[in-house]
């Protein structure tokens, strides 16, 4: 009798712990909607490969929530989809690996990109960047996850503050 207590006792304790793990986990849709600020100003030492959108030195990248769109300075207008953590190609996750000490304690997830397709699909994406938020949204790491484009080995990687 005084195993099965335990037993139970130990099952419940578990249960409470696995469900305020859960509880603990933002959804994406979370985080856009109460961490993702409109604008970020900030800048990033190097160009993304489609070096048109993207450039280095100083940029304010507006976010529009509803139509899921990144405005840069210079008015180039980038659609985007949130790219599921399982549905991420390979190559993407092994980047995340390497980036996965400096994701840590942020609030983050993948976004494609595309110029002309709105809400753009795997095969319509042009690219694949990481979206990382801190300070509950006050501060923002654009990533770009493509790699080894550039002869250096460097990649965007825009680090911003809300405006």
């Known amino acids: 009798m005084m195993t099965i207590k335990r037993l139970l006792g130990v ?3 578990g249960l409470a712990l696995m469900t305020l793990a859960a509880c603990g986990q933002k959804s994406t849709e979370s985080i ?3 961490e993702l600020k409109d604008s970020y100003t900030g800048s990033s030492q190097l160009s993304a490969y489609e070096s048109t959108t ?3 030195g100083s940029d304010t990248l507006t976010f529009n929530k509803k139509d899921n769109t990144i405005t840069t300075t210079s008015d180039d207008k980038i659609y985007f989809t949130v790219l599921p953590k ?3 190609p390979d190559n993407v996750k092994e980047v995340l690996k390497t980036l996965d000490s400096e994701l840590t304690n942020t609030d983050n997830f993948s976004i494609m990109i595309s110029h002309h ?3 753009p699909t795997k095969e319509q994406s042009e690219a694949v960047y990481q979206v990382a938020l801190s300070d509950g949204g006050k501060t923002l790491r654009l990533i770009e996850l493509r790699r080894n484009y550039s002869s250096d080995g460097g ?3 825009f680090h911003g503050t809300a405006d």
């Open 11 to 13: 099952l419940t304790v």
């Open 32 to 34: 856009i909607k109460n």
């Open 54 to 56: 993207f450039r280095s």
């Open 86 to 88: 399982d549905d991420c």
């Open 117 to 119: 397709d709105k809400n």
């Open 155 to 157: 990649y965007y990687d």
